[in-house]
T-cell receptor, first 114, second 115 residues
Framework: KQEVTQIPAALSVPEGENLVLNCSFT??????LQWFRQDPGKGLTSLLL?????REQTSGRLNASLDKSSGRSTLYIAASQPGDSATYLC?????????????FGQGTTLQVKP | GAVVSQHPSWVICKSGTSVKIECRSL??????MFWYRQFPKQSLMLMAT?????????EQGVEKDKFLINHASLTLSTLTVTSAHPEDSSFYIC???????????FGNGTRLTVT
């Protein structure tokens, strides 16, 4: 059974710091991996999607990497800002084809202090 | 961009009543919709997958008679929590996708509180 784990569960950093969020999954047979942002009481905003054949994706100050063989992904946030404060969720689409069914990690709650 | 609208955004109901949550795709045809549940400080857990015009497929441990899902059109899926109890209080989120390999789009969620 595929399981997704995120560490740390919570993180507090001063503004301007670079930081890394970690995600691991137990079964390397994934179709893709996606990072989401969730603000309190809100839905999900997709940040980056990495297909199983890709190693990384970048969008602005965000960079996500994927090492499928080791079951790991990282989300790198450069020059963090207070507006980055949110919960970041990692999710994998398990299997060899596009099903749309995502398995989520527990999330990392990030607080960036001004 | 594609938008998924979820309604209501929050609802409070008394124990024993039923609550219906709607998930609409506003600018694309959603052949498949997914319903997730998120308890406080926990992650999203998939409840069921609904395909337009067919019965929903429920994940293990999810009671299909309690969580009724209807996906009667390509733009609307509904989740009805029947005979709600306080333990059903949670954040419910839907996602929708169109043709195969189309992106997933999430609604903004519904906060259900059962008193």
């Amino acid at each position: 059974k595929q399981e997704v784990t995120q560490i740390p569960a919570a993180l507090s950093v001063p503004e301007g710091e670079n930081l890394v969020l970690n995600c691991s999954f137990t079964d390397s047979a994934i179709y893709n991996l996606q990072w989401f942002r969730q603000d309190p009481g809100k839905g999900l905003t997709s940040l980056l999607l990495i297909q199983s054949s890709q190693r990384e994706q970048t969008s602005g100050r965000l960079n996500a990497s994927l090492d499928k063989s080791s079951g790991r992904s990282t989300l790198y946030i450069a020059a963090s800002q207070p507006g980055d404060s949110a919960t970041y969720l990692c999710a994998v689409e398990h299997g060899s084809s596009n099903t749309g069914k995502l398995i989520f990690g527990q999330g990392t709650t990030l607080q960036v202090k001004p | 961009g594609a938008v998924v609208s979820q309604h209501p955004s929050w609802v409070i109901c008394k124990s024993g009543t039923s609550v219906k949550i709607e998930c609409r795709s506003l600018d694309f045809q959603a052949t498949t919709m997914f319903w997730y549940r998120q308890f406080p400080k926990q992650s999203l857990m998939l409840m069921a997958t609904s395909n337009e015009g067919s019965k929903a497929t429920y994940e293990q441990g999810v009671e299909k008679d309690k969580f009724l899902i209807n996906h009667a059109s390509l733009t609307l899926s509904t989740l009805t929590v029947t005979s709600a109890h306080p333990e059903d209080s949670s954040f419910y989120i839907c996602s929708a996708t169109g043709r195969r390999n189309s992106p997933l789009h999430f609604g903004n969620g519904t906060r259900l509180t059962v008193t």
